[in-house]
């Protein structure tokens, strides 16, 4: 019996008894050879995903380079110094302008070279901050005074020096620092009110302005090797310290 009469005998059976327990399925040659095609196409695709799965795998890095080394952050500096915010330069410096006379500031030459302005800015907004707890909006009158002293100033030192030129950062790190004594007499003015003390006010006012001259005059001698023109230095740093004194008592 030929494929085909067999098919038809299954079909007949089929419709007369309405079940198909007793027959055997049949499945034509071409369905078996497309199904075998499929699978091999199935298999060699699964085949192909598995190598290139293989393949990324032995190309990714092992998990042991990401893991933390303690060893790798131990030569980086500080994250204060990252930011150029040297505490230890800051501490030096402010021990110079409380002591100008001292050994400390006079056998630290290069104690102004790096030119911070961390110190500056703090001694400025503290300034500021303490004249406003006296009912003095003085930002203003701080920031303004503060720029065009450090330009005046930054002139008259280029034109003075004898060597090289002197950054305008410089000028502006000395003066900064340099009001420190400012800060000082602020915070007395909140407790005795030296706008009314007469002769005491006075007084206090003069010898905040020659310790802020004597600490700046010192430390641009000593920072620009001008030992010679340390007089006519003076006269105009005088001159910008009586400004802030003056809007710091009245």
Same mark, same amino acid.
């Given at each position: 019996?030929?494929?085909?009469?067999?098919?038809?005998?299954?079909? *007949?059976?089929?419709?007369? %008894? @309405?079940?198909?327990?007793?027959?055997?399925?049949?499945?034509?040659? %071409?369905? #078996?050879?497309?199904?075998?095609?499929?699978?091999?196409?199935?298999? @060699?695709?699964?085949?192909?995903?598995?190598?290139?799965?293989?393949?990324?795998?032995?190309?990714?890095? #092992?998990?042991? #380079?990401?893991?933390?080394?303690?060893?790798?952050?131990?030569?980086?500096?500080?994250?204060?110094?990252?930011?150029?915010?040297?505490?230890?330069?800051?501490?030096?410096?402010?021990?110079?302008?409380?002591?100008?006379?001292?050994?400390?500031?006079?056998? %630290?030459?290069?104690?102004?070279?790096?030119?911070?302005?961390?110190?500056?800015?703090?001694?400025?907004?503290?300034?500021? @901050?303490?004249?406003?707890?006296?009912?003095?909006?003085?930002?203003?009158? &701080?920031? +303004?005074?503060?720029?065009?002293?450090? !330009?005046?100033?930054?002139?008259?030192?280029?034109?003075?020096?004898?060597?090289?030129?002197?950054? &305008?950062?410089?000028?502006?790190?000395?003066?900064?620092?340099?009001?420190?004594?400012?800060?000082?007499?602020?915070?007395?003015?909140? &407790?005795?009110?030296?706008? %009314?003390? +007469?002769?005491?006010?006075?007084?206090?006012?003069?010898?905040?302005?020659?310790?802020?001259?004597?600490? #700046?005059?010192?430390?641009?001698?000593?920072?620009?090797?001008?030992?010679? *023109?340390?007089?006519?230095?003076?006269?105009?740093? !005088?001159? !910008?310290?009586?400004?802030?004194? &003056?809007?710091?008592?009245?």
């Amino acid at each position: 019996m030929n494929p085909n009469e067999r098919q038809t005998q299954q079909q *007949q059976q089929y419709s007369t %008894n @309405g079940t198909a327990s007793n027959t055997e399925y049949y499945q034509p040659n %071409n369905v #078996s050879s497309n199904y075998d095609s499929f699978g091999n196409m199935f298999s @060699g695709s699964m085949e192909k995903r598995s190598d290139s799965a293989s393949i990324s795998a032995s190309n990714a890095p #092992s998990s042991g #380079s990401y893991l933390y080394d303690p060893t790798e952050f131990e030569n980086e500096p500080p994250l204060m110094e990252e930011l150029g915010v040297n505490i230890s330069h800051i501490k030096d410096k402010t021990q110079a302008v409380l002591f100008p006379f001292s050994a400390h500031a006079k056998n %630290n030459p290069t104690l102004m070279d790096d030119e911070d302005l961390a110190g500056p800015m703090t001694f400025a907004l503290l300034l500021g @901050g303490t004249l406003l707890l006296n009912g003095k909006l003085h930002f203003g009158y &701080i920031y +303004g005074f503060g720029m065009f002293s450090c !330009v005046g100033m930054s002139l008259i030192l280029n034109l003075m020096s004898p060597k090289d030129a002197i950054s &305008i950062w410089r000028v502006v790190s000395v003066l900064g620092y340099g009001l420190l004594p400012v800060n000082v007499l602020a915070a007395l003015n909140l &407790i005795l009110n030296m706008k %009314n003390r +007469g002769t005491l006010g006075m007084v206090l006012a003069g010898l905040t302005i020659f310790w802020c001259t004597s600490a #700046s005059t010192r430390l641009f001698e000593r920072s620009c090797d001008m030992r010679d *023109q340390r007089y006519l230095i003076a006269y105009p740093i !005088v001159l !910008v310290y009586c400004c802030f004194v &003056i809007i710091t008592v009245f």
